[in-house]
């Protein structure tokens, strides 16, 4: 269990020495504090963790972190010549949507949940570290892409009915428009007319 966590914190120290904005403003506070960086992100992490259990806007925050990060890296993947980091954000997009429908559904159970926002979090966490254990990969491949190749048909036939109907709706709202101001035109018409013949 030592040398798993030694590895651990291996892992994590070398991570936090990657140059970016984060590490960046970790290398200030650990140049000011003399206070290694991997124990300021560690603090931080217990922290919001904490915060994330008892704290008020926890599920703001919660869903903040669980947008911002995965949204800056879909942009540094869309701008990157690099297919894979693409396929891995669209899949966390694609495992992110799928959980919030599902939470949006059963919100009123997940209300009682004890540290809802802190295991979250942790999900959240999970579905979008880069490792090869990601939690998204393995959610997609193990739930819904099965599922999704299995009703395929049926979800591709559901959505070309609900687009005929859009574009149905849309064609009578745009005739009805055009009947309004086609009316109103002949409305100002007479209007201009009997002013005239005054």
Known sequence: MAAYLENWQAK???ILHQKNAFTDILSQIETKTGVRRLYIALGVGVILAL???IGYGASFLCNFVG????????IKAIESSNKEDDTKWLTYWVVYSSFHLAEFFADILFFWVPFYWFFKMIFLTYCMVPTSWNG?????NTMIRPWVLKHQNKIDEAMGKATDF???ALNEAQN????AAADQMKKNMQVDDSSKSD
């Open 136 to 140: 998204s990969v393995r959610i997609y």
């Open 51 to 53: 915060y994330l259990m």
């Open 67 to 74: 947008f911002l990060y995965p949204a800056y890296a879909s």
């Open 12 to 14: 994590l120290d070398k």
């Open 176 to 179: 009805a428009a055009m009947d």
């Open 166 to 168: 859009a574009q149905d």
